[in-house]
DNA sequence: CCCAAAATCATCCATTCGGATGACGCGCGT
DNA sequence: ACGCGCGTCATCCGAATGGATGATTTTGGG
């Protein structure tokens, strides 16, 4: 912005210089002021359109319009259940793999222990959350904002 | 647009008749060609930059930017997907209350049926979503937009 | 009315799950 | 060093679940 109004002055100083240079030289006509005068307007109304447009060039108006996106909902974990019902990081973990349909056994290979293990965190957690099954595990822990 | 262009040059031959009639009157100085050429270049630059400005005031640039609104459950359940599937009302209903994270038993006393019934309509549902358990069916059914 | 789809119920059997309980090791803080 | 929380693994057993299959009744549309 400051640029363009520096560069349009420097422009304009230039110009008058020039037209006072060659004005005496072959401008000496009848009507030499109109002629001179026309000029100057026109240069200086096509440097004025040339600002203008160059002001307003990148004004652009933002208009929100607000979508209804399926919204995945960044989900935030609620810690504080978490840590108010002693859920240990492991049984969260836990949690999460069988609300994602996995069996004991597939979690226990997923997570590199045994079965037992994975039993015993997922019938703590179980404990934790009053759950007896764990579809309803998974049903509370959504609903305690603990797993997505 | 067209409008501009012919108020502009109406303006400017209103202009420059008016200063051939005063420039013999006022304007006899000794830099009187400056001034001449100074007022022209400063109304014309002005008239241009307006004239500019006028160019482009309505070119909005429409900017969507999709918010993400907190999505309230304005569940819709997919309709398509549950025909190409093939699964029946019932198995749907069955797989909601699996979805809560009911027991068949319990299933089956909600919606007065056997627990046999339910086993069957459960079997159904898990064989027309490819799932080999409930949970896994619940992750499935959530995903297909089957059930909320 | 008739038929196909849907819903209902059942039995058998294997697998999975859940509950209860005990044990061991590791890291951390007192 | 000791206790504690956490993670690990195990065994036993009953309940729940899943798979396969067959049968009967209800229902909705042509």
Redesign the pocket.
Known sequence: MRRHVLLYGLLAGVLIAALRLIEYRWLVLEHSVEIYGGLVAAVFATLGIWLGLRLTRHTETVVVREVEVPAPVNFVRDQSKVDSL?I????LEVLEL?AAG????EI?ER???????V??????V??KLG???????VQLGKELRLIP
């Open positions: 002693g240990t990081p492991r049984e069988i996995l069996s004991n056994k226990a997570v590199y222990v045994s079965e037992n293990t039993k015993t965190h997922s019938s703590r179980f404990d759950a007896r099954r764990r579809t309803q595990a």
